[in-house]
C-alpha cells in the first residue's frame, strides 16, 4: 500500500513569491493533516480536515497561507507571499479517523531567499 | 492553550546504557502518541496510550500514561545505534478540537 505522498521534495523561492504544496494521503484515510516543522522542533499544525471539512485552522496564518482538500481526498497548501520565516518544512499526515496513528509523507523542505 | 513539554532536549548515551523521555502537558489528554523520526526522515507512529496509568512494551521500549493522564514516558533499555533519532510525543486535548500538540521532541545520539 502506498504511503502518502507529497510533492515537492524540495523547493526554493525568493520571499514574496508564491508557492504550493500538494499532498496525496492513504486511501481511505478520511483526517489530513498539514503540519510545519521548523529545525530542532516538533511539528506545528497548521491545519486538520475531516473528509473536505476543515475542523482545526486555529493555527494556520489566514493572511498568507491557505488551503484546500477538494472532494476530500488531495490537498494543496499554498502561502502567498512567502516570508522569509516561512523556511521549513512542510509535512502532510493522514489518519483513519481523529484517535488513530498518523502516517506521515516525506515532507517538502522550503527555502525562502 | 494547550502545551506540550518535553525533557530533555538532548540525550547522548553510550551504547547498552538505557534513556527515558518525559512528556508533561499543561492540560488533561485523551491520548498520547509517541513518533520516532531519524535524521532526514519524517515521523513514525510508534504507540498510543489511551488508558490513566496504561503501560505498553515493545521489545525494548517502554511506554507509560500518567494517572492523571497528563505526562507520559517512554523508556528504552539497553539502547542500540538503531535508536537514534529524535522522540516525540503528541498529546491529544480531550475537548474541543481534539488538538494534537507535539512536544519539542528529544533527540538521542547513542555512542558506539
Known amino acids: 500500500e502506498a504511503g502518502v505522498v507529497q510533492s515537492p521534495r524540495y523547493k526554493i523561492i525568493e520571499k514574496k513569491q508564491p508557492v504550493a504544496f500538494w499532498c496525496n494521503p492513504i486511501?481511505?484515510?478520511?483526517?489530513l493533516y498539514w503540519y510545519r516543522q521548523n529545525l530542532g522542533q516538533g511539528p506545528e499544525l497548521l491545519i486538520r480536515?475531516?473528509?473536505?471539512?476543515?475542523?482545526?485552522d486555529s493555527q494556520l496564518p489566514k493572511d498568507r497561507f491557505s488551503a484546500e482538500r477538494l472532494k476530500g481526498v488531495d490537498s494543496t497548501l499554498k502561502i502567498q507571499p512567502a516570508e522569509l520565516g516561512d523556511s521549513a518544512v512542510y509535512l502532510c499526515?493522514?489518519?483513519?479517523?481523529?484517535?488513530?496513528?498518523?502516517?506521515f509523507g516525506p515532507g517538502t523542505r522550503l527555502t525562502v531567499l | 492553550g494547550q502545551q506540550v513539554m518535553q525533557i530533555p532536549q538532548y540525550q547522548h548515551v553510550q551504547e547498552g546504557e538505557d534513556f527515558t523521555t518525559y512528556c508533561n502537558s499543561s492540560?488533561?489528554?485523551?491520548?498520547i502518541q509517541w513518533y520516532k523520526q531519524r535524521p532526514g526522515g519524517h515521523p513514525v507512529f510508534l504507540i498510543q496510550?489511551?488508558?490513566?496509568?496504561e503501560v505498553k512494551k515493545q521489545k525494548r521500549l517502554t511506554f507509560q500514561f500518567g494517572e492523571a493522564k497528563k505526562n507520559s514516558s517512554l523508556h528504552i533499555t539497553a539502547t542500540q545505534t538503531t535508536d537514534v533519532g529524535t522522540y516525540f510525543c503528541?498529546?491529544?486535548?480531550?475537548?474541543?478540537?481534539?488538538?494534537?500538540?507535539f512536544g519539542i521532541g528529544t533527540k538521542l545520539q547513542v555512542i558506539p
Open positions: 499526515a493522514s489518519s483513519l479517523g481523529v484517535r488513530t496513528e498518523q502516517f
Open positions: 486511501s481511505g484515510h478520511n483526517t
Open positions: 480536515y475531516e473528509n473536505e471539512e476543515a475542523v482545526d
Open positions: 496510550l489511551v488508558k490513566s496509568g
Open positions: 492540560t488533561t489528554l485523551s491520548n
Open positions: 503528541a498529546g491529544r486535548a480531550s475537548g474541543g478540537y481534539q488538538k494534537v500538540t
